[in-house]
């Protein structure tokens, strides 16, 4: 099923912008599959939300972004949600994140290891690169977490999260 068809026209409503729902609809990918979007929102503070008989993807940003994450992992204090996106399906879940912070790596390398530990996730991979720090891991049922941390010019970091697991 091509899932992108849509894509487009809901990224344009997203840009229109307003506090309530400012778009919304049914599509047929050609394929035989259907499904509905809606967006509501306003500029940096917008949610759209694609769902499908294969699941939901649900795409926020600012103050509509994800908070909590799969497997109860949280968000870094202070972060300034810069995209997400969502989706479940198939009885599990999965998100990614992208933020801001003015805090340093290790500060937020350190913070994401004490959240893998408290979840029972051992750091199974970990990277340093340059300006670029990485670590991940994965439990046995197959849920896990991916964060890389990026300096910024401007001395704080951009990180990108990404976790899944079962709903």
Excluded: H, W
């Amino acid at each position: 099923m091509n899932k992108l068809f849509i894509l487009p026209v809901v990224l344009f409503a997203m840009s229109c912008g307003s506090n309530d729902e400012v778009a919304s609809g049914t599509f047929d990918d050609g394929d035989g599959g259907k499904g509905s979007y809606s967006v509501s929102g306003e500029g940096d503070d917008s949610e759209t939300v694609i769902k499908t008989d294969d699941g939901e993807v649900r795409i926020a940003t600012g103050s509509k972004a994800v908070a909590d994450l799969p497997m109860g992992i949280k968000l870094y204090p202070g972060a300034e949600i810069q995209s997400s996106i969502a989706g479940m399906g198939d009885g599990k879940s999965g998100a990614m994140i992208v933020f801001k912070s003015s805090d340093d790596q290790d500060e937020v390398i350190s913070f994401y290891k004490d959240q893998m530990k408290d979840k029972g996730i051992d750091v199974q991979t970990e990277i340093k690169s340059g300006d670029m720090q990485m670590i991940g891991g994965q439990r046995s049922d197959g849920e896990g977490i991916n964060i890389s941390v990026i300096k910024d010019e401007d001395g704080g970091v951009t990180t990108t999260l990404m976790a899944g697991g079962k709903n």
